[in-house]
């Protein structure tokens, strides 16, 4: 509120009755980011392309096996190539879609890890299970790190123990087995997976930190912003008080005007009527921009002979500032037609939001300019400029719009709303 309620409450009593003629006085010596989870997704979209690497790199040992060691350990190669393209055909897939989303799908994970078992014991059948002559046992690495990087904790475990199963399942077939080269690899499988869980958990920590923070810094930023706006539109208020009732106030005290001339008391009905403009409504801001400046119309409306009654209600807090000057913009011109063609001295301005009962409405700002003048046909096609330009083109411009009701001798309402 702008200098507090009770001060403005104050000086309109004050006006009131001087406006109404009660009293004589003789000569004498007054603004929600949803931040998005950027980091998160960062991390996601990092722990997706180094797996894709990681995959694509997996896929070049076995060839270069084959072709240093002419195939020395493959029992049956036509089953180990197939082996190998399957893997090489679902790779590329499995990169193109991580790639594509720039995360690792979770529900590709039992796919990737039931393929690549199926392929382990393949493997096992058709080469030296415990050596790279197996196909599936470089890409198995890359799997048990995806499925880290994608799962749960409990999830991942799973997966490398399937992996470790298939591939002891595969080493059991007899070709060429060696154990000891079956635990290396059994512990280099749970080796890359336990890692790729704890690394991925960290950053997945990491990130949620960083997207928290984001939003108690967004959200400490908009408290600054409406804080700063609210100290603007308090400073403005103050020095439109100063100007208009304080001025008016400090004349009558040092007796400087007679109340009984008709000009004097319309100068107090005015300086009273702007003030019930910035604390008509209860739940809303007196220092609310728009409120201030519908306030500040009808007092200049005043000086030209027009009485403006000023309501507000529910007015959002966070209107838009285009938004704020083309309602003033519009209702200013709307109250001058007013002026020049109602043969009315009276208007009423009511500005309101939604609510509460209409929280989901589409409109989240109503406001109404309305006269009980001579009224005119609004099908005639005759508005002028002022009503197609001032008021109807200036809503369109910021998303809102204006219509008009009216009819010859009943009056006339101008409804602005935004957005349409």
Not at 170 to 193: D, F, I, P, R
Not at 384 to 396: D, H, P, Q, V, Y
């Amino acid at each position: 509120m702008v200098g507090g309620t009770p001060t403005i409450r104050g000086a309109l009593h004050g006006l009131t009755p001087i406006a109404a003629g009660r009293i004589r006085v003789g000569p004498v010596g007054r603004p929600d980011v949803p931040v998005a989870r950027d980091a998160r997704a960062r991390a996601l979209a990092l722990m997706a392309y180094v797996a894709s690497a990681l995959r694509v790199t997996q896929l070049v040992p076995w060839p270069l096996t084959m072709a240093e060691f002419a195939g020395r350990g493959v029992a049956r190669p036509g089953l180990a190539f197939a082996v190998y393209g399957v893997l090489c055909a679902w790779s590329v897939a499995w990169t193109v879609a991580v790639l594509t989303r720039r995360a690792i799908p979770v529900r590709l994970v039992p796919v990737d890890v039931g393929l690549t078992a199926i392929c382990l014991v393949l493997g096992g059948f058709a080469a030296e299970a415990t050596s790279w002559a197996n196909p599936a046992a470089a890409i198995a690495l890359a799997v048990a790190a995806a499925s880290a990087a994608a799962g749960t904790v409990t999830g991942s475990a799973t997966a490398v123990a399937v992996l470790i199963s298939a591939y002891l399942g595969g080493a059991a077939s007899g070709l060429g087995q060696t154990w000891a080269a079956a635990a290396y690899a059994v512990c280099t499988l749970a080796g890359v997976g336990l890692l790729a869980a704890v690394v991925c958990r960290y950053l997945l920590g990491q990130a949620a930190i960083a997207d928290a923070t984001a939003v108690e810094l967004a959200a400490a930023q908009a408290r600054s912003a409406a804080e700063q706006s609210r100290q603007q539109e308090r400073a403005r208020q103050y020095r439109m008080l100063h100007d208009t009732v304080l001025s008016t106030l400090s004349t009558l005290a040092r007796g400087g005007l007679d109340v009984n001339d008709p000009l004097i008391r319309q100068r107090c009905a005015a300086d009273a009527d702007y003030l019930r403009g910035l604390i008509s409504s209860d739940g809303v801001s007196a220092g609310n921009h728009l409120q201030g400046e519908l306030a500040a119309i009808g007092r200049s409306q005043a000086a030209l002979g027009l009485r403006v009654h000023v309501h507000c209600a529910d007015i959002p807090v966070d209107l838009p500032a285009p938004v704020v000057r083309a309602m003033s913009d519009a209702t200013r011109e709307a109250l001058n037609n007013v002026i020049k063609h109602s043969g009315v001295n009276q208007a009423w301005v009511t500005a309101f939001g939604p609510g509460p009962q209409q929280s989901r409405s589409p409109v989240r700002l109503t406001l109404t300019i309305t006269d009980r003048g001579r009224g005119f046909d609004p099908m005639a096609g005759h508005h002028g400029l002022g009503l197609r330009e001032s008021i109807t083109g200036r809503l369109r411009e910021v998303g809102g719009a204006a219509a008009i009701d009216s009819s010859s001798g009943q009056g006339t309402t101008v409804e602005l709303t935004w957005p349409t």
